[in-house]
Each structure stands twice: as C-alpha cells, then as structure tokens.
C-alpha cells in the first residue's frame, strides 16, 4: 500500500488556476475510476471536494474540477480565492476493500 | 444535525491497548460504510480501516492488520476501533469517517473532529 505521489507544495496569486497531480499505478489509479479529493485546513475535518474521479459534492465550487489519465488523476482550481489556500489530498482505491491516499500537497495563495 | 464525534484517545504506553469510539447522528447509519482515517503530528492523512455496512467487509492498512479491529453496532449508531499492541508510530489524531455507499468503498463525505492518540513512555 504504497502512498500515492503529489508534488509537496504548488502556489499561485488570486484568480488563476493551478492543478494538483496525483500520480499512482496501473493497480489503483489507473485500475479505479474512484479517485477522490480532500480539502484540509488545519484543525478542521477534511472536506470531500472531488470523487469518482470527476464527480463534485452538492455544494462544492464549480470552480473545483477532477480528471484522469492512465495512472495520474488530477484536481484544477480555477480562479483562485484565499480561502482555497490548504491541503489537499487525494486518494484512491487499491482493490475492493483497501484505500490509499496522496502525501499531500499544500496549496499556498500568493 | 449530522455529525460524528469521536472520543477515547488518550496517552498511553507503547504496547497498551486503546478502544476509540465514533457516535454518530442525522443520518441512517447502518446504509453506510464507515472508516478510521489517521494523521500522525507533521503528516499526510492515512487510510487505517474500513468497514461495510453489515460488517460483511472489513480492511486494514497493512500498518495495523493484526493489531487494530473494527467494529460497528449498528443499533447504537456506533463505530469502534480497538487498537492493540501501541506504538509509538501510531500517534495520531483518528478521524472517523462515514462513505457515500454502505456496500463497498467510495468516498469519505462526512468526517469528524477527530480524537487524539499518543504513544510515548
């Protein structure tokens, strides 16, 4: 159950668009069209922003976006808000029962 | 209100046992499966176990099988952790996390707060 791979850090300014990158294997990402995103603020409970690869949560930004190719999956925010400013994690089935998550990847606002 | 609340983390010494429990409410429990999801101090979140939503299915990160056993009660709305044999690797704040589907595994819509374990002698 290897964690899958995101860049450690990405940044932007306000209003542009970046895309985090989820990179894992032919065995869980790119096996699995359930690959999910999570918003984590410090001290807060993580929100599910993405899941099954493409789908947004009833009251998520439309701002927010997933797509998949072969083995890497990948979260683009447009329009960037100070608020977006966290870290996200993405995560994916392993096999039926299991699950893995991203190292993480911390989205600084500029 | 739905929510989940997590209690029965606490400090303890490296090979004593711990049982974390997660009430939840606002929600029709047993139509779901529920996890245990961790992040030790300065980490990224990991995946500890799952479980469907009759306890037909169970899992564990390789890091806790033969160690950790979940559980659910289904009657009291209920989520358990019982965790053996600590280490000190196992700190961690535990969250408690409710799937968008009870028969298999999707994704987590509903976490809580979160309960606090630290093994240190």
């Known amino acids: 159950q290897s964690a899958l791979t995101q860049p450690a850090s990405v940044s932007a300014s306000p209003g542009q668009s970046i895309t985090i990158s989820c990179t894992g294997t032919s065995s869980d990402v790119g096996y699995y069209n359930l690959v999910s995103w999570y918003q984590h603020h410090p001290g807060k409970a993580p929100k599910l922003m993405i899941y099954?690869?493409?789908k947004r949560p009833s009251g998520v930004s439309n701002r927010f976006s997933g797509s998949k190719s072969g083995n890497t999956a990948s979260l683009t925010i447009s329009g960037l808000q100070a608020e977006d400013e966290a870290d996200y994690y993405c995560c994916s089935n392993v096999d039926s029962s299991t699950l893995v998550f991203g190292g993480g990847t911390k989205l600084t606002v500029l | 209100e739905v929510q989940l609340v997590e209690s029965g983390g606490d400090l303890v010494q490296p090979g004593w046992s711990l049982r974390l429990s997660c009430a939840t409410s606002g929600f029709t429990f047993d139509d779901y499966a529920m996890h245990w999801v961790r992040q030790a101090p300065g980490k990224g979140l990991e995946w500890v176990s799952g479980i469907t939503w009759n306890s037909g299915s169970i899992a564990y990160a390789d890091s806790v099988k033969g160690r950790f056993t979940i559980s659910r009660d289904n009657a009291k709305n209920s989520l358990y952790l019982q965790m053996n044999s600590l280490r000190p690797e196992d700190t961690a704040l535990y969250y408690c996390a409710k799937d968008l589907v009870g028969a298999g595994i999707d994704a987590f819509d509903l976490w809580g707060q979160g309960t606090v374990v630290t093994v240190s002698s």
């Open positions: 099954e690869v493409t």
